[in-house]
C-alpha cells in the first residue's frame, strides 16, 4: 500500500513527485465553505502562490449524471456513493494529481469525508466506504468548520434560501416533515464528522464565529505547515 494513498490508490499514478499541497475544507451546505475558499485563494495567490481550486461534483466526467439523478430523485445510496467515488477519482487523476505535481497549492471544496458522511448517515458499512474511498490521496492537511444543525437551518432561511432534498435526507425517511428531517440529518452527518475528525485527525474550526475570526484560523492554520511568512503583509504589487 502506497501511504500516500487511503487504500490502494489509482493504478499507474506517478505520486512521488508532487511539491504543491493538497488542503481540504469541509463542512456542511451553509457552513461558508464557499466564501472562506474564495478568501483563501485570494489571500495565497496575493502572496505569489499558484492556486488551483477545485470541489464535490465538478468533473465533466459525472457532473451532469449526478445533477440529473439528484433533479429526479432517483438516487439510491449505494449509486450516490458510487457516482461520487467516480467523481473524485476523475478529478483526482486529471485535476488534483496534475496541478500539486506542477507545485500549485490544490484547495479543495470538500473531499472524500463528506460522501463517507452521507453514505454513513444513510445506513452504508463504514467499512466499505472506507475501502471503496480508497484510491484517494492522503491530504496534507484537512479543515473542518463545524456548525449546529439548527445553525445551519436558521442561516438557510436567513438567506432566503430553501432547505434542500438531498441535504435534509429525505430520501432517507428520517422525519414526515421537512424541517425535522433536515435536523435529524445533518444531526447524523455531524456525528460521522466528529467521528472522522478524530480518525484522520482534521483541524475543526467553530464556524459559528464571524467570516474574519474563521477565515483567520484557517491562514493561521495553513501558515501554520506552509509557511509562517505568509501571515505577513503580502508584497506589494510590483506596478505600484
Known sequence: MD???????????????LSGPLIVIEGADGVGRSTHMELLQGWLEGHGLAVLSTGLV???????????????????RNTMALFYATDLADR????????????FV??????????MARGAARGLNRDWLAKLYGFALVPT???FLRLDPQELIRRTLRRGGELDYWESGRDV?????LYSSFRAYQTLILQEFDR?????????????????????????????????????????????
Not at 3 to 17: D, H, N, Q, S, W
Not at 173 to 177: R, S, T, V, Y
Open 196 to 240: 472522522m475528525a478524530e480518525a484522520y485527525g482534521f483541524v475543526t474550526i467553530d464556524a459559528s464565529r464571524s467570516v474574519e475570526e474563521v477565515q483567520a484560523d484557517l491562514r493561521r492554520g495553513v501558515a501554520d505547515f506552509l509557511d509562517p511568512g505568509l501571515l505577513n503583509p503580502p508584497p506589494p504589487d510590483a506596478g505600484d
Open 3 to 17: 501511504t500516500r494513498f487511503y487504500g490502494a490508490g489509482l493504478a499507474k499514478l506517478e505520486v512521488k513527485e
Open 141 to 143: 492537511k484537512v479543515f
Open 92 to 103: 483526482i487523476e486529471h485535476e488534483i494529481i496534475p496541478g500539486m505535481r506542477s507545485g
Open 58 to 76: 465538478r468533473s465533466a466526467l459525472t457532473r451532469r449524471g449526478i445533477m440529473s439523478a439528484k433533479e429526479g430523485h432517483s438516487f439510491d
Open 173 to 177: 425517511g428520517l422525519a414526515p416533515d
Open 106 to 115: 490544490v484547495l479543495a471544496d470538500r473531499y472524500v469525508f463528506t460522501t
